[in-house]
């Protein structure tokens, strides 16, 4: 691996009008057209990636039982999704520069963070695994898993583990295309991967009854297929975002500006995993059937964080592009049109789950207790998602524009430290997991407020700097 090369200072160009054979119809075409061009595919590559991790748990659920069930979707899974989720948002920053140099049309800037972003990904993957198959009895026994699914969880974990370096590999490469507007192919290569993984888990979990080992072999092996795919798409393309395997390095100047725009996001997706592993937790101690019922509800819940993610990325690419491209104006009706667009489909969203989720349930467990206690979720939580919207498109369009630390503050405060004071403070005085649930509305609300605030009046997209630049 190459370790540095030398960055060309910002102020220089070396595009042209030639590397981009094609009108970029992100900075030039019909906004709310465009965002749903994008958006539509960002959906569907989530709607598989949470077929993918919720195969996992239908098939043992339904063919191993509730503690397989808990073991692959309770703590086990919680943890997974906060080390992914940092690794994610860490990679944001990457998205973030090569959407802004692409929309510039600056190729040899992009060859640079492109070749970083990779490389990242590769080291860190490598890290994570090591640690995480070390630390997986501790984080388990942290979260107060129960008893009875300690060995599964800890198995299922430390095989998911071993497929870290796949993983990270496949969501920076497919951060990379969505960067350049192209959300097409990283969804067609989650659809064969999902696939392989139903697949493969029919095969281990059914018919060679390997129980929670074979769902978890059957994971990493759909994470490799998935990995092998989106760099083979990079390496084959002729644009200017083309992986050369010789080129693969860490530039160190590059690397920080990524950091430094791509950490605090990390960070706000860790504060949101700590704060839903510590409601875990509370979770854990009101006994298996409940842990099961939640890691359910989790899998039915998806679907409203499958639309508001995919709409949170579509904002941040549109920004970037439009930012690099010097068009403000666009990027504040971008906006405008994607929050309008993301409150009407949380609402649809919140009647679907609230009326028609409880059929969703059988697919997981037979058992009807679980059920019930699921149903109960459910409707409790539903009728509240609309409250969130405004902290992730806000938040994904200032990512857009490189402003990512002031979002994690609010963030940390809104939803960390304010989730985490109720869960130690109040819990304990009325433990039931209706105060325990309540956490979210509560927490989504307060930072809701913070955002709009901070975005009208004081972010770089805000009043004070549209009013300067009127006056300039």
């Known amino acids: 691996m190459q370790t540095s090369k030398k960055i060309q200072p910002s102020g220089s160009s070396t595009g042209s009008s030639s590397t981009q054979k094609t009108t970029n119809q992100i900075t030039e075409g019909v906004i709310g057209e465009q965002l749903l061009l994008f958006f539509f595919p960002i959906l569907m590559g989530t709607f598989f990636q949470q077929l993918y991790n919720t195969a996992d748990a239908m098939i043992v659920g339904r ?3 509730k503690e397989a069930l808990s073991a692959v979707s309770g703590s086990a899974g919680m943890l997974t999704q906060m080390i992914v989720g940092f690794f994610v948002g860490l990679s944001a920053g990457c998205g973030v520069i090569i959407s802004q140099y692409y929309g510039a049309k600056r190729p040899e800037m992009v060859g640079y963070a492109v070749h970083t972003s990779v490389a990242f990904s590769l080291l860190s993957g490598a890290f994570i695994m090591i640690i995480g198959i070390i630390l997986a009895p501790w984080m388990l026994d942290a979260m107060s898993t129960p008893e009875d699914i300690m060995d599964l969880s800890i198995l299922y974990l430390r095989i998911y583990f071993l497929g870290m370096i796949p993983n990270l590999l496949y969501n920076t490469g497919s951060s990379i295309l969505r960067a350049v507007g192209d959300s097409r192919r990283p969804l067609y290569f989650l659809i064969v991967s999902c696939m ?12 060679l009854r390997l129980g929670v080992r074979g769902a978890g072999i059957a994971t990493v092996c759909s994470q490799i297929l998935s990995a092998l795919l989106v760099l ?12 050369h395997l010789a080129q693969i390095g860490i530039d160190t100047r590059m690397l920080k500006r990524m950091i430094r725009i791509g950490l605090p996001a990390g960070l706000q997706s860790v504060m949101y995993g700590l704060s839903n592993v510590i409601i875990q937790a509370g979770i ?15 899998k039915i819940d998806s679907i409203f964080w499958m639309i508001i993610n995919s709409f949170g990325i579509a904002i941040t690419t549109f920004v970037g592009q439009n930012y690099g491209a010097g068009k403000r104006e666009r990027i504040h009706r971008g906006v405008r049109v994607c929050m309008g667009m993301t409150i009407l489909s949380s ?18 467990t037979t058992d009807q207790e679980v059920i019930e206690i699921g149903i109960c979720m459910m409707r409790y939580l539903s009728p509240f998602y609309t409250t969130y919207v405004a ?8 990512r857009g524009v490189g402003d990512s630390f002031i979002p994690m503050v609010l963030c940390a405060f809104g939803v960390c430290v304010l989730r985490v004071f109720w869960i130690i403070a109040i ?10 649930m309540f956490s979210y509305p509560l927490t989504w609300v307060c930072t809701t407020i913070l955002f709009l605030i901070y975005y009208l009046v004081f972010s770089p997209l805000g009043r004070k700097e549209k009013q300067r630049a009127r006056i300039s």
Do not use: H, K, Q
């Open 347 to 364: 609402v649809m969203i919140s009647a679907l789950v609230y009326f028609l989720g409880i059929y969703a349930y059988a697919l997981f």
């Open 63 to 65: 063919f191993v039982g």
């Open 196 to 207: 392989t993984n139903i697949v493969l888990d029919l095969l281990f979990v059914v018919i």
């Open 391 to 398: 902290i992730e498109i806000l938040s994904g369009a200032l």
């Open 284 to 298: 854990n101690s009101l006994g298996t059937n409940t842990v099961a019922a939640w890691a359910a509800y989790g």
């Open 232 to 243: 083979s798409c990079l390496c084959r393309s002729s644009d200017m975002y083309r992986v």
């Open 427 to 436: 819990v304990p005085i009325y433990r039931n997991m209706y105060t325990i």
